[in-house]
């Protein structure tokens, strides 16, 4: 899972993918993270937390 990150651009290992907007983005970039099942995990990167409406979708997952 190496690459880019989508939002900072520092070479990462390890990312994910972003629930608001759909990138991949590195452990420094993610604002918060949920457990929505035991093989499903949520992310939402520092830019999308901004973003009331996003926000409130991710928490109410």
């Not at 520092?10 to 918060?32: I, N, P, W």
Request: aromatic share 6%; with cysteine.
């Amino acid at each position: 899972m190496s690459g880019k990150c989508g939002r900072c651009g520092k070479d990462a290992y390890y990312m994910e993918a972003c629930s608001g907007c759909t990138r991949m983005v590195c452990r420094d970039c993610q604002k918060s993270s949920l457990t929505a099942s035991k093989t499903k995990r949520l992310v939402l990167c520092k830019d999308c937390w901004g973003d009331i409406k996003k926000r409130k979708k991710f928490l109410s997952a």
